[in-house]
């Protein structure tokens, strides 16, 4: 049986009429499943977004919250690396200026308010639904790897652990998560975790048709989810 949040979650959604989750929708869902994800809040006035971020701890990152945004940092609807209350009244103003610039039409939901995450190895877990064979797991790593030179590994789901596994190794950028030149290996063990949480997720929930969990920052130790895209 599924849980009653994740019903909730997708009620939302459909009831607002909307094609994809909200950004802190998809990382609930995620928590859901034990995927690890940054802590999030979403504010609407510029005094919540403050009192958020100052809960949070610093530094944190802003995002727009918008049915109408669903690439936020396309219009300008994500902002980095926000180190103080200044930092936060100034980026608030800021994402709502770009918004207004590059989609006039959106209406904003609010402000999400995210842990900034340490830097980390760039990796990307996504799906798609294929009427035919059903849902696919795909693994890359971040970036060049995944958009120039399409270095990605496929199963379809569910898989079991030796499956997680094999996709991680599979791919030929395997070594830079082995650690090169003097960069700390990866936790592929975590990676392994991820890729079969998210296939549970994607078995429980069919309602997904397509996942894009870009990036997730992979450590030494963890990892940790910074955006996730769910297309329903
Ligand atoms: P988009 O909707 O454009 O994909 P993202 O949420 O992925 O927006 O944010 C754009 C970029 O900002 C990410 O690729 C990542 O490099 C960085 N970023 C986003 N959220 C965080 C975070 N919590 N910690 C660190 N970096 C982040
Ligand atoms: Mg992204």
Request: charged share 30%; proline share 5%.
């Amino acid at each position: 049986m599924r849980d009653k949040a994740v019903n909730e979650i997708f009620k939302t959604a459909e009831a607002e009429g909307r094609d994809f989750l909200f950004e802190h929708e998809a990382k609930n869902l995620c928590v859901l499943y034990g995927l690890p994800v940054t802590k999030i809040t979403v504010g609407e006035t510029e005094e919540d977004v403050v009192d958020a971020a100052k809960k949070l701890g610093f530094p944190v990152v802003l995002k727009i919250v918008s049915p109408q945004v669903i690439h936020k940092s396309d219009v300008g609807g994500v902002l980095i690396d926000i180190k103080d209350e200044m930092g936060v009244r100034q980026g608030y103003k800021t994402i709502l200026k770009n918004i207004k610039a590059y989609v006039p039409e959106a209406e904003i939901t609010g402000i999400l308010i995210q842990k900034m995450a340490p830097w980390g190895t760039e990796v990307i877990v996504g799906s798609t639904k294929d009427p035919t064979f059903g849902t696919t797991l795909m693994f890359g790593l971040g970036g060049i790897f995944v958009e120039i030179l399409k270095d990605v590994s496929f199963r379809l789901v569910p898989i079991v652990r030796s499956d997680a596994e094999e996709m991680v190794k599979k791919i030929k950028a395997y070594k830079i998560l082995e650690g090169v030149r003097g960069k700390p290996p990866s936790d592929t063990k975590v990676i392994v975790e991820i890729l079969l949480k998210t296939s549970e997720m994607l078995v429980d929930c069919p309602e997904i048709s397509e996942l894009d969990m870009n990036p997730v920052l992979v450590y030494e130790e963890g990892a940790m989810v910074v955006d996730t895209r769910i297309i329903l």
